[in-house]
């Protein structure tokens, strides 16, 4: 597929943009990673020139903040010390997906988002179940095989609450919590 450059100055300006930050990205091993505000920066201009130059993809209003949340639950993360490595990570081999999977110092974090508009029906973390929480640890298992045995890991929930639709959020961690239900 061919892109009108010049049709779309922006176009050529996001392209830009991915190309410095993959190439920061890329040097995540070696400690090299972009702050927290100019990564949340760039995404934030990348979604705003695609909401203006692309054809809308409307999807559900739940499904559109559920993305929000797992993008506020990304970066409070980041500014909590957590050196994120993979989002929606999925496996050819097994069912299910990872929102988010992440290094806290040296343990490896597989991280489930659940995003809620009110407190009223029962809390966010409850909503992972028996069944979730097993795609979960198979999927966790998937990823975990190129990895020494001896990599430590953990099962995290990452809660956010917008009250209202309101841009202000309240965000929770939930570290350790258990793969077995």
């Known amino acids: 597929m061919r892109f009108p450059l010049r049709e779309s100055p922006w176009l050529l300006l996001a ?6 930050t993959f190439r920061v990205h890329r040097c995540r091993y070696t400690g090299a990673m972009l702050p927290v505000f100019l990564t949340r920066a760039i995404v934030r201009s990348l979604d705003w020139l695609a909401r203006r130059t692309l054809p809308s993809d409307e999807k ?4 559109q903040i559920g993305v929000r949340g ?3 639950a990304y970066f409070h993360l980041r500014k909590l010390g957590y050196a994120m490595v993979a989002r929606n990570f999925r496996s050819p081999r097994c069912r299910g997906e990872i ?6 110092s040296d343990v490896l ?10 407190h009223e029906v029962k809390p966010a973390h409850a909503a992972v179940d028996r069944h979730k929480r097993r795609e979960i640890a198979e999927v966790a ?7 020494p045995p001896s ?3 953990r099962f995290d929930i990452v809660t956010v609450y917008y009250e209202h639709l309101t841009k202000s ?4 961690v939930f570290c350790n919590a258990s793969l077995s239900a």
């Open 15 to 20: 392209l830009l943009v991915m190309h410095i």
């Open 60 to 63: 559900p209003r739940h499904l």
């Open 70 to 72: 797992e993008e506020d």
């Open 99 to 104: 929102d988010l999977i992440g290094w806290d």
């Open 109 to 118: 974090c597989f991280i489930e988002v659940k995003t809620r508009t009110s």
């Open 141 to 147: 298992r998937e990823y975990r095989k190129p990895l």
């Open 151 to 153: 990599c430590q890991w």
């Open 169 to 172: 959020k309240q965000i929770e």
